[in-house]
């Protein structure tokens, strides 16, 4: 009888110490992709910053790996309690610390790189360590090493899994951290529990008290985590952070400066958008392309979540249908519903609705027109106009472009710079193919190209990979105070001749209100400095082979 208690007492320590290490499997996953999020959201470039922070830690966890050796096989439980506590405190702290570094010094990449090197140390003393404690409860070598690393690799999966589609979705950084951090402080105060009730480890006073204010000190991260969030990121921006939310797919903050009542938008830190002068920016997207081409009944924006674009196209009375295709669903909320993007959009996506998406591909849910009141008619009720009917769709714009049928007279690409490997793929020639494809005979494209004077190669490459997928090119800029010399590109089939559409560009008229652009301004805008548009590079942006990442982020903004 007692025999057959000890092997249930073994049995059960054993099946508690694989449990932990599915659990610290899980959490260590998700703390490894919480630290590369972390430093792609501060030092950009996530290709890199992914690849640096994922090969930093596996070397440091072969650190801690060695130095288990060193650790006495008596003192192995509370190693592992300790071991946990450590990684619940330095993973739940870690964003917040960083982001506090990244506010008040110049030094905080090396802030960043070490929480990534004490997690993984951390991480490299788990698997060991459990594997030696449950040898005393394991008959066999194999079957523990088995049973172990199999819990580990399992408990991987279902923290990617989580990560990708839970905290990602639902929570901020900071709060993930907390939350995944809370789950290894639960390791360690179970593993403290029955150990010691078992009489394997002494009960210490010491212990209790630290656990207890740790516990405390992660309850109380993550009950203030949103608010230590906007104070810490304060002094990253120079006017009052108003909103500040980590989506699924990007970090987004407002700023208010209400002396000049100047409302900037910033995704992953970069600028996207000043009130002050945002027109120059989006009426010289909008307004040339959609007057020289003869027909603009249908008009799709990809990208354009910020409802700037779209208030553009709405001012024509022919556009009778516009979809606008963005990934993050949390940005078009922001701009239909956030006060101070509603109105800087007028109210764009007011009646909007959303496309749907199925196996057979994209078809459209219920179209509800946008009208305006254009005035009283002779019998005192108001003329009502239809505008176009709008839909919104969150969803990558190359997937779309391959699932969606039909024909568009105007796409206009308002997509973030291609600054990381999923946006430069949106710049490839295979994307551009699929424009292409997408655009009536007599349609046009309008691309957002960066900036010609700082990320001049980037702004050619763009054009060499336009005309790489078959498209004829015009390259226009103009300066936006807040961004400096920008560039676009028109981009339409070489079955229009050139200098049909140079001789239209001659005549054209723009018969809707605008702030700044005219044509006379659009005519100045073709004209490039000498040498400008003049480079000694060849390639082209394609999937295989993005060069443009590289140009993007290592030889532009004057770092040549």
Same mark, same amino acid.
């Given at each position: ?13 054993? /099946? ?41 830690? #596996? ?15 008596? $003192? #192995? ?16 702290? &870690? =964003? ?52 172990? %690393? ?9 923290? &990617?899994?989580? @990560? /990708?589609?839970?905290?990602? $979705? ?29 009489? %394997?480890?002494? *009960? ?15 309850? #109380?991260? @993550? ?21 500040? $939310? ?26 996207? %958008? ?6 120059? @920016?989006?009426? &010289? ?27 553009? /196209?709405? *001012? @024509? ?28 959009? *007028? ?29 009283? &008619? ?13 839909? /919104?769709?969150? #969803? ?32 490839? $020639? ?43 090119? %015009? =390259?226009?800029?103009?300066?936006? =105070? ?28 723009? =018969? ?49």
């Amino acid at each position: 009888m007692t025999s057959s208690l000890n092997r249930r007492s073994l049995n059960f320590a054993s /099946v508690l110490l694989c449990a932990c290490m599915f659990a610290s499997g899980a959490c260590g996953i998700i703390l490894e992709y919480i630290q590369a999020s972390l430093a792609s959201m501060i030092l950009g470039n996530s290709f890199e910053q992914w690849a640096m922070v994922i090969g930093l830690m #596996l070397f440091w966890m072969g650190f801690g790996s060695l130095i288990q050796a060193r650790i006495p096989k008596h $003192r #192995l439980i509370l190693t592992f309690i300790g071991i946990e506590t450590g990684l619940a405190l330095a993973g739940g702290f &870690s =964003p917040t610390l960083t982001y506090l570094s990244y506010g008040h010094t110049a030094h905080y990449p090396l802030v960043l790189y070490a929480f990534v090197s004490l997690i993984g140390i951390l991480i490299g003393l788990e698997i060991p360590v459990i594997i030696r404690i449950n040898n005393d409860f394991s008959h066999e070598l194999s079957t523990n090493l088995g049973n172990i %690393l199999s819990a580990d690799y399992i408990g991987s999966l279902i923290g &990617s899994l989580v @990560y /990708v589609f839970v905290l990602l $979705r639902y929570f901020p950084i900071t709060e993930a951290a907390f939350l995944t951090a809370g789950v290894n402080f639960l390791l360690a105060l179970i593993t403290f529990a029955y150990f010691t009730r078992k009489g %394997l480890i002494a *009960k210490s006073p010491l212990l209790f008290l630290v656990m207890t204010g740790v516990f405390l000190g992660l309850v #109380l991260g @993550y009950k203030n985590s949103r608010v230590w969030q906007v104070k810490l990121e304060q002094p990253l921006y120079d006017d009052p952070v108003v909103f500040s $939310r980590t989506t699924q797919y990007q970090h987004i903050v407002i700023t208010h400066y209400q002396p000049l009542d100047e409302v900037r938008l910033f995704l992953n830190g970069n600028l996207q %958008l000043n009130s002050l002068d945002e027109e120059r @920016y989006h009426e &010289s997207l909008v307004h040339p392309a959609m007057n020289l081409i003869p027909v603009r009944k249908r008009i799709l924006i990809l990208g354009g979540g910020d409802g700037c674009a779209l208030r553009e /196209v709405l *001012k @024509y009375k022919d556009v009778r249908q516009i979809t606008l295709v963005d990934l993050d669903p949390a940005m078009t909320s922001l701009a239909a519903t956030h006060p101070l993007l509603t109105r800087i959009n *007028k109210n764009s996506f007011q009646d909007s609705r959303t496309l749907v998406f199925s196996g057979e591909g994209v078809q459209p849910g219920e179209k509800t027109p946008v009208y305006v009141n254009t005035g009283s &008619s002779k019998k005192g009720k108001p003329k009502i106009h239809e505008i176009a009917r709008v839909n /919104v769709m969150n #969803l990558d714009a190359d997937l779309f472009l391959s699932k969606a049928s039909g024909f568009w007279d105007l796409i206009i690409v308002d997509l973030p710079d291609p600054s990381t490997p999923e946006l430069s793929k949106l710049y490839s $020639r295979e994307f551009y193919a699929k424009v292409r494809r997408k655009l009536s005979l007599t349609g046009m494209a309008v691309i957002q190209a960066t900036s010609p004077y700082f990320a001049k190669e980037s702004f050619l490459c763009i054009g060499r990979t336009l005309e790489a997928a078959g498209f004829a090119v %015009l =390259p226009f800029h103009e300066n936006v =105070p807040s961004f400096g010399d920008w560039g676009w590109f028109l981009a339409w089939k070489p079955v229009q001749d050139r200098n049909e559409i140079t001789d239209r560009a001659k005549a054209m008229t723009i =018969p809707v209100s605008t702030r700044f652009i005219t044509p006379q301004v659009f005519q100045s805008q073709l004209v490039f400095g000498k040498g400008m548009l003049e480079t000694q590079k060849t390639e082209i942006n394609t999937l295989l082979y993005p060069v443009l990442l590289t140009l993007y982020n290592h030889e532009s903004w004057l770092t040549e």
